[in-house]
């Protein structure tokens, strides 16, 4: 009667080492046979979730980028309108006209509108 007892302890023991996890022992057991389909699929929606996941992460490192090169772009349209600005300035066109050597001077009296 003893040797009968210790047959379920000697059965947990096997089950427990490593080579019973390796040999695939473990798809052999009443509880993964009766779960397969559940099993199943529960791998597949952790296969779906880690790619949307990734698939997620490479969308949020090419807005990051498509967000840095319109900042960048940006800022350099701010620049150039800056300029425009200060080549445009009265002072400015009267400079360039006298170096140029053009013959041309700015009016002495303002604008009128002829016609409202």
């Known amino acids: ?9 000697k059965k947990k023991k ?10 695939g022992g ?11 389909k559940m099993i199943v699929v529960i ?3 952790v296969v779906v ?8 992460l490479l969308k949020l490192r090419e807005i990051d980028r498509l967000q840095r090169e319109l ?11 800056g300029q425009l600005t200060g080549s445009n300035r009265r002072s400015q066109i009267e ?3 006298e170096a140029q050597g053009l013959n041309l001077e700015s009016a002495k009296t303002p604008p009128y509108m002829l016609y409202k």
């Not at 096997?14 to 040999?23: G, H, I, N, Q, T």
């Open 71 to 81: 900042r960048d772009v940006k800022y350099e349209s701010v620049a150039l309108s």
């Open 49 to 56: 979730y880690i790619g949307n996941r990734y698939s997620c």
């Open 1 to 9: 009667m003893n040797g009968e007892n210790q047959s379920p302890e």
């Open 26 to 36: 473990v798809l052999k057991e009443e509880f993964v046979l009766r779960h397969t």
């Open 14 to 23: 096997k089950r427990l080492s490593f080579l019973y996890f390796v040999s």
């Open 43 to 45: 791998i597949l929606l």
């Open 95 to 97: 400079a360039l006209v």
